[in-house]
């Protein structure tokens, strides 16, 4: 979990599920923020490399 690493030595922030948040918050040094915006209106997409067009593993992922 290099996540709390980056976000905690940058001035970056993430959105992820709120009850993974809240285990970090509990390591301390970190905020829970509620966002402005709709949390059920996001569009999520893929990207990978042609190299891994092929691997049995990324198109199970992209299905």
Known sequence: MLLLSIVRATDL???MPRNIARNFAGEGG???VEPEFPLR???VGL???RRFESDSGNAWLRG
């Open 13 to 15: 922030t993430v959105v």
């Open 30 to 32: 970190y905020a829970i």
């Open 41 to 43: 209106d996001f569009f």
């Open 47 to 49: 990207h990978w490399s």
